[in-house]
């Protein structure tokens, strides 16, 4: 039996992650939920799963929360703000922490449940991308795994067991290629907020979905890999994959290749990082390869997709570099689905703000560094925006 505490639990990888508890209550304990502001739902599993520490970050909602649950008994441990979220993280009683919170909100969290001794299902990507070079110390000092709950990571993951050192020799991460897959380049100057919204395979919050449509998901995957498996950026390649069924690969010394393959469900992936070493046999739809018919394969198209070089450059300049370009992203895709800015400004965006950072600390930042990194780059984006012209709405 495992204890869990659950950051984001109102969000995309919080409701599926409280699927599978629901699903496997002899393998897996809900003790914490942490959530941002969406009290019904929260309440809603607090009734649900009884957790022990409960936490919402829009303070103002506290009130609101308790009275929702007035009437249970016992009560949980109530707590609001970032640090009733960092309290969740680092409750006594788990033993590992999912961390579903988008953004580099999540980072600080993260850090406190490491520091804490939890294992960690990373489903939080800036956790590595921007803070790596403090993360992967901390992972040393208090002997934490972190178990990776992307699909493509996850696929990497998988691959590697049974790999001795030195064994891998190159990343092949799979992308389905987004929104705008089929599109041609002409056409995505006026696409929309909800043309972006529209994942062909993959069913996910609203800012992933837009990082998958811009393919800068995949470039923020590519430094999460180097981060999570010690790959330099020169083995770590993208291949488009329409059919999101090998969720990625990987080549071997001997070139043999390895691949995971199933379904596009994030629940496997979440899964295998709770279970972790174990296999939980499940009653899921088994992947039938003649119904999944065709697997096809091209080139990611760069001019296309600027977001991935800019990735591959801001993770080989390391440092602070990799926390510039996602808080740049973070902001410029908020714009966008504000509708403050057109697609194509995403991109532009970034690369301006990535182009006027000039790092510090550059090959070993400190937290407060990259904390100091993220709100530069973010101030930084709005102030591109200003100047670039405004969406037509
Ligand atoms: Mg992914």
Same mark, same amino acid.
């Given at each position: 039996m495992k204890a869990i505490s659950l950051l984001g639990s109102t969000g995309s990888i919080g409701t599926q992650t409280l699927d599978i508890a629901a699903q496997y209550p002899d393998q897996f304990q809900i003790v914490?939920?942490?959530a941002g502001s969406n009290v019904e739902l929260l309440a809603q599993q607090v009734?649900?799963?009884?957790?022990?520490?409960v936490a919402i970050c829009e303070k103002e909602k506290l009130a609101e929360l308790k009275a929702a649950i007035a009437d249970l008994t016992? &009560?949980?441990?109530?707590?609001?703000?970032?640090?009733?979220?960092?309290?969740?993280a680092r409750y006594s009683e788990a033993d590992v922490v999912v961390t579903g919170i988008v953004g580099c909100a999540g980072l600080l969290p993260t850090i406190a449940a490491i520091q804490a001794g939890?294992?960690?299902?990373?489903?939080?990507?800036?956790?590595?991308?921007?803070?790596?070079? $403090?993360?992967?110390?901390?992972?040393?000092?208090?002997?934490?795994?972190?178990?990776?709950?992307?699909?493509?990571?996850?696929?990497?993951?998988?691959?590697?067991?049974? $790999?001795?050192?030195?064994?891998?020799?190159?990343?092949?991460?799979?992308?389905s290629g987004g929104a705008f897959r089929d599109l041609p380049v002409e056409k995505l100057a006026h696409v929309t907020v909800a043309d972006a919204?529209?994942?062909?395979?993959?069913?996910?919050?609203?800012?992933?979905?837009?990082?998958?449509?811009?393919?800068?998901?995949?470039?923020?995957e590519v430094i999460e890999a180097h981060y999570l498996f010690?790959?330099?950026?020169?083995?770590?390649?993208? $291949?488009?994959?329409?059919?999101?069924?090998?969720?990625?690969?990987?080549?071997?010394?001997?070139?043999?290749?390895?691949?995971?393959?199933?379904?596009?469900?994030?629940?496997?992936?979440?899964?295998y990082a709770l279970s972790y070493p174990d296999r939980i046999a499940t009653d899921w739809k088994p992947l039938d390869l003649v119904k999944a018919g065709d697997l096809t394969f091209r080139e990611p198209d760069h001019q296309k997709y600027p977001c991935m070089k800019l990735a591959y450059a801001a993770g080989r300049a390391g440092g602070c570099m990799p926390a510039v370009l996602n808080a740049a992203n973070e902001q410029a895709v908020?714009?966008?689905?504000?509708?403050?800015?057109?697609?194509?400004?995403?991109?532009?965006?970034?690369?301006?703000?990535?182009?006027?950072?000039?790092? &510090?600390?550059?090959s070993n930042p400190a937290l407060e560094d990259i904390i100091a990194a993220d709100q530069w780059a973010r101030q930084e984006a709005l102030l591109a925006s200003q100047q670039v012209p405004v969406a037509v709405r």
């Open positions: 914490g939920l942490a009734r649900q799963f009884h957790p022990k520490i016992p &009560q949980p441990i109530l707590l609001s703000g970032d640090e009733g979220i960092v309290e969740v939890k294992d960690i299902a990373l489903a939080n990507k800036e956790t590595l991308i921007a803070g790596g070079p $403090v993360v992967l110390p901390l992972l040393q000092q208090h002997g934490v795994k972190l178990l990776p709950a992307d699909s493509e990571h996850s696929a990497i993951f998988q691959c590697l067991q049974g $790999v001795p050192q030195g064994g891998l020799r190159r990343i092949l991460l799979t992308a919204l529209k994942h062909p395979n993959w069913s996910m919050g609203r800012k992933i979905t837009i990082d998958s449509a811009t393919l800068m998901n995949k470039g923020l010690g790959m330099d950026y020169d083995h770590i390649d993208i $291949v488009i994959h329409p059919q999101s069924i090998i969720h990625s690969l990987i080549e071997l010394q001997d070139t043999s290749v390895l691949a995971q393959l199933g379904w596009a469900d994030m629940r496997l992936p979440l899964l908020a714009l966008f689905l504000d509708e403050a800015i057109r697609f194509l400004d995403i991109p532009r965006l970034i690369e301006q703000v990535c182009d006027r950072y000039h790092p &510090q600390n550059l």
